[in-house]
């Protein structure tokens, strides 16, 4: 018999991964939203996309970001609920984002792209 997978450690690469990389978002994110990981990564998509939009957050950051976003997009190639919390988190808020859907143009895997693709269709 198989042994199914819990869904918490799915993405346990991955938050410590945004965990390192962003530690104030991440705090602040955790004690609002506690273990909702699709909300979690929601706003960070949020947070990634208005820090582009703005012109708040330094270069390096902004491809800490994309570096997620593209660990997740592999992530996603082989578990469907990577995949649902990375097009209906992040990529979702950056389509709705002008200038950060430029950046993403620029700095997204070919994988990852090809999820963002699929939500412009």
């Keep these: 018999m198989r042994k ?11 938050s410590r991964l945004l965990q390192r990389n962003f530690p104030d978002f991440y705090a602040e994110a955790k004690f609002q939203v506690g273990d ?35 660990k ?8 469907p609920y990577v995949r649902t919390v990375l097009v209906s988190g992040p990529l979702e808020a950056i389509v709705d984002a002008p200038r950060a859907l430029a950046y993403a143009r620029k700095r997204l895997s ?8 699929g939500l412009k269709e």
């Excluded at 199914?4 to 991955?14: D, I, M, Y």
């Excluded at 997740?72 to 578990?79: I, L």
């Design 72 to 79: 997740m997009a592999e992530a996603a190639n082989d578990d």
């Design 36 to 70: 909702d990981e699709q909300f979690l990564y929601a706003r960070f998509g949020q947070y990634l996309a208005r820090s582009i939009e703005s012109d708040r957050a330094p270069k390096q950051k902004i491809n800490q970001g994309f570096q997620v976003l593209n």
């Design 4 to 14: 199914l997978r819990s869904e918490k450690p799915r993405l346990t690469k991955l």
């Design 110 to 117: 070919p994988a990852a792209q090809a999820y963002l693709d």
